[in-house]
C-alpha cells in the first residue's frame, strides 16, 4: 500500500530528524572540552546582516581548554568579540590584534550535574516528539479508507518499532553525553 509506507517513512523522518536536534542540542552543552560546536550560536554583524561565526572565521581548538578563532578579515575581530559577548555564553574573549582567544574555564562538579540535568531534559524533549511523530503517524494511518484493518494494525506495529528503536538511540546518546559531562 503505497500511501501506508508514505506514512511510514515521514515518520521514520520525524523521528531521525528528533535524534538529530538531540545531537545538535549535545554538542552545545559545554562538557568542559573546548569545541567549535560550542559558538555555533554566535552571529556576528558583517556588514549589517547577522552571520554565523563559521561563515566570517576560522575555529580551531588548540588544546582542550582553548578556542582560537582566526577572523578572514581583519576588521571583524572586534565586532566577533561583540557577537561572542553579546550570545552570553559565559566567555571571556580577548585578542592579540590577528586572533582571538577563549580559555574555557574548567567545569566544577556543581555545573556537571547542572548539565547533566540539561542533557536529560534535553533528551525528553526529543523523546515526546518521537511519540508526537508516532500518534501522529497512527492517526495518519487509521485514515486510510482503502486500506483493511489488519493492514492498518501491521503497520502500527511497524510505528510502534521505529518509536521503540529511535527511543533506544536516545537513551544511548544521553548515556554518552553523560559519560562524557561528569568524566573530570
Known amino acids: ?39 555555533s550560536s554566535v552571529r556576528v554583524d558583517y556588514y549589517g546582516s547577522l552571520t554565523p561565526l563559521s561563515q566570517v572565521a576560522n575555529v580551531n581548538t588548540p588544546d582542550a581548554m582553548t578556542l582560537s578563532i582566526q577572523p578572514w578579515e581583519k576588521n571583524l575581530i572586534y565586532e566577533i568579540e561583540k557577537a561572542i559577548v553579546n550570545a552570553n555564553l ?23 550535574k547542572e548539565l547533566v540535568k540539561l542533557a536529560k531534559a534535553e533528551m525528553e524533549t526529543a ?33 510502534q518499532g521505529l518509536t521503540d528503536k529511535f527511543s533506544k538511540t536516545l537513551e544511548e546518546a544521553l548515556t554518552r553525553k553523560e559519560a562524557e559531562i561528569m568524566k573530570v
Not at 531521525?16 to 549535545?26: D, K, M, T
Open 127 to 159: 523523546k515526546i516528539s518521537i511519540r508526537n511523530a508516532r500518534k501522529d503517524a497512527n492517526t495518519a494511518l487509521k485514515n486510510v479508507k482503502e486500506a483493511s484493518e489488519d493492514l492498518v494494525k501491521d503497520y502500527e506495529t511497524r510505528v
Open 1 to 39: 500500500m503505497e500511501e501506508l509506507d508514505l506514512i511510514l517513512e515521514t515518520t521514520k523522518e520525524q523521528m531521525q530528524g528528533s535524534v538529530e536536534h538531540l545531537n545538535v542540542a549535545f554538542d552545545k552543552l559545554r562538557a568542559g572540552k573546548a569545541t567549535p560546536a560550542m559558538l
Open 90 to 112: 559565559g566567555f571571556a574573549p580577548s585578542n592579540n590584534g590577528d586572533t582571538i582567544i577563549i580559555s574555557i574555564p574548567p567545569v566544577t562538579e556543581e555545573r556537571r
